[in-house]
T-cell receptor
Framework: AQSVTQLDSQVPVFEEAPVELRCNYS??????LFWYVQYPNQGLQLLLK??????LVKGINGFEAEFNKSQTSFHLRKPSVHISDTAEYFC????????????????FGTGTRLLVSP | ETGVTQTPRHLVMGMTNKKSLKCEQH?????MYWYKQSAKKPLELMFV???????ENNSVPSRFSPECPNSSHLFLHLHTLQPEDSALYLC?????????????FGPGTRLTVL
């Protein structure tokens, strides 16, 4: 089974500073990788995804992530954060479901809370 | 209404109560999902429905009973819950379930079991 590790439970950063949120996954096969964001009192929203092709993936709100197969990592970066980026960020990897029907389910990490202060 | 909506947004219930959570998607999708989000734990997939048929059940206790009357509506019926069932319950939908299809999430129902 797949697993996703987000080592940092919380990352404090000042406004306009760069940030990197780390994600490592365990897999011996090809995977799809995702980053979701959850703002307070809201559901999850897809930030970006890696399915194939270029290892540098650009998403919404100025975020980008780089897929590194040799290090099994998919770290999320933003060169300059805003107060409005304060939220919980979840890394996820796809995994085949239990029903052997080809269904791909998402396996999530525990999340990283990004706290942006003025 | 747009996207995925969930009602109620907050629910407090005793262990002997019976209640239901409702999810509705306005995206024309065919697959719907229930997730449980507990503090300090990864999001857990509970159930998946594709074209109203349940395709995944990740060993969820029988005190949680899902119902999918059509592709737009999904319910989670709750009975004799335990305090450890307190969590945020998220509903999601996707166009289809094969390979990867982006999932769109609702805002969740915050459940507290006393």
């Amino acid at each position: 089974a797949q697993s996703v590790t987000q080592l940092d439970s919380q990352v404090p950063v000042f406004e306009e500073a760069p940030v990197e949120l780390r994600c490592n996954y365990s897999s011996s096969v090809s995977v799809y990788l995702f980053w979701y964001v959850q703002y307070p009192n809201q559901g999850l929203q897809l930030l970006l995804k890696y399915l194939s092709g270029s290892t540098l993936v650009k998403g919404i709100n100025g975020f980008e992530a780089e897929f590194n197969k040799s290090q099994t990592s998919f770290h999320l970066r933003k060169p300059s954060v805003h107060i409005s980026d304060t939220a919980e960020y979840f890394c996820a990897v796809s995994e085949e479901g239990t029903s052997n029907t080809g269904f791909q389910k998402l396996v999530f990490g525990t999340g990283t809370r990004l706290l942006v202060s003025p | 209404e747009t996207g995925v909506t969930q009602t109620p947004r907050h629910l407090v219930m005793g262990m002997t109560n019976k209640k239901s959570l409702k999810c509705e998607q306005h995206l024309g999708h065919n697959a719907m999902y229930w997730y449980k989000q507990s503090a300090k734990k990864p999001l857990e997939l509970m159930f998946v429905y594709n074209f109203k048929e349940q395709t995944e059940n990740n060993s969820v206790p029988s005190r949680f009973s899902p119902e999918c009357p059509n592709s737009s509506h999904l319910f989670l019926h709750l009975h004799t819950l335990q305090p450890e069932d307190s969590a945020l319950y998220l509903c999601a939908s996707s166009q289809d379930w094969g390979d990867y299809n982006e999932q769109f999430f609702g805002p969740g129902t915050r459940l507290t079991v006393l």
